[in-house]
């Protein structure tokens, strides 16, 4: 029977959907489409993710608790902690959002870009105070790098395979409008070292103007397609 609410099909005897979960009622029409069953490889993969994350937690939770009792107990001024919680933050989102994921591209390296950068933040919290001379390297340097790095990989991954794989254009674009970041943050007076943003900046605005320049019309194609316009 068709469901009334979501418009798919099913042919077992359910009495409520799937897909939306709501009542189902016969309506006496034939059913020529059916939901797709639940497959064992599906359930597998399902079962899997799961295990993953309960074993990753539950060692995780053992190593942080552990490092968190060692810090505040032997160096309670360096809260060295921080950055334990992040590396197993950014390795469990690694596998959950980069590995494990279906997502597309551009979400992918926007996580890491995100994790690494939390990261490093945590880093960059400890040794400030440990330091005479204050500086914001994360911003400086490290956020402008990694942005460039990943248009770079992106921009050239693209350039190579977008005719078979066009929805790189796509991820490009965003992940190139993405690495305006660093230019917007030091108009903002937030990056005090230009030097890095100007590169970063360059890569971007050259990956921009060169996908547009001479695939505009698979560029549009593909946001057409993916946005519905």
């Not at 939770?61 to 360096?78: E, H, K, M, Y």
């Not at 334990?84 to 870009?113: D, E, H, P, R």
């Not at 547009?212 to 057409?224: K, P, Y």
Request: aromatic share 10%; hydrophobic share 55%; net charge negative.
């Amino acid at each position: 029977m068709r469901c009334k609410y979501c418009g798919i099909n099913v042919d077992d005897d359910s009495k409520i959907c799937p897909l939306c979960h709501e009542i189902l009622e016969d309506d006496g029409k034939p059913v020529n489409e059916n939901f797709p069953p639940k497959t064992a490889a599906s359930a597998k993969n399902r079962d899997s993710r799961f295990s993953f994350s309960n074993i990753y937690i539950a060692v995780a939770a053992v190593i942080f608790f552990s490092c968190l009792g060692l810090n505040l107990g032997l160096t309670p001024d360096v809260l060295w902690f921080t950055v334990v919680f992040a590396v197993l933050l950014y390795g469990y989102l690694t596998v959950v959002n980069t590995v494990m994921s279906s997502s597309s591209l551009w979400l992918k390296i926007f996580w890491q870009i995100v994790m690494i950068t939390l990261v490093l933040w945590a880093a960059q919290s400890v040794l400030n105070p440990l330091m005479e001379e204050r500086n914001n390297w994360l911003a400086d340097y490290a956020l402008p790098i990694l942005l460039t790095i990943s248009v770079l990989a992106l921009g050239i991954t693209a350039a190579c395979l977008f005719h078979k794989e066009p929805s790189l254009l796509v991820d490009n674009l965003i992940i190139s409008l993405i690495g305006l970041v660093p230019i917007i943050l030091y108009a903002a007076d937030v990056i005090d070292v230009l030097a890095p943003t100007i590169v970063c900046t360059v890569v971007c605005a050259i990956s921009l103007i060169g996908f547009i320049a001479f695939a505009r019309e698979e560029l549009w194609a593909e946001i057409v397609r993916r946005f519905h316009f």
